[in-house]
Nanobody, 122 residues
Framework: QVQLVESGGGLVQTGGSLRLSCVAS????????MAWFRQAPGKEREFVAT????????TYADSVKGRFTISRDNAKNTAYLQMNSLKPDDAGVYYC???????????????WGPGTQVTVSS
């Protein structure tokens, strides 16, 4: 069983930055995809970014391209999401997910963290 714990969320002003971390335990995940999704109040959960196992290929939602960077440290079983130039629309609960498939669809991920809150003040 894989357990995921996110951290790094908080309150930031528009234009500010945050770095989220997702620490995994229970299994070595170097061959698994790791992803970030987010959910704002009253909205469906949406894809943010994913990074593949192995080569570390990345895919981003159009809304965050050029502002967010996903990375991973396999030795630490950890994924990161560097978020720059934050906007109020980026606010929400950010979830880390792990799965065998490198995908933008949440249904393709098997394990989820409890989430970390990101608030962006205007």
């Amino acid at each position: 069983q894989v357990q995921l714990v996110e951290s790094g969320g908080g309150l930031v002003q528009t234009g500010g930055s945050l770095r989220l971390s997702c620490v995994a335990s229970g299994r070595t995940l170097s061959t698994y995809a790791m992803a970030w999704f987010r959910q704002a109040p009253g909205k469906e959960r949406e894809f943010v970014a994913t990074i593949s196992g192995g080569r570390g290929s990345t895919t981003y939602a159009d809304s965050v391209k050029g502002r967010f960077t996903i990375s991973r440290d396999n030795a630490k079983n950890t994924a990161y999401l560097q978020m720059n130039s934050l906007k109020p629309d980026d606010a929400g609960v950010y979830y880390c997910a792990v799965g065998r498939s490198y995908s933008v669809f949440d249904s393709h991920y098997d394990y989820w963290g409890p989430g970390t809150q990101v608030t962006v003040s205007s």
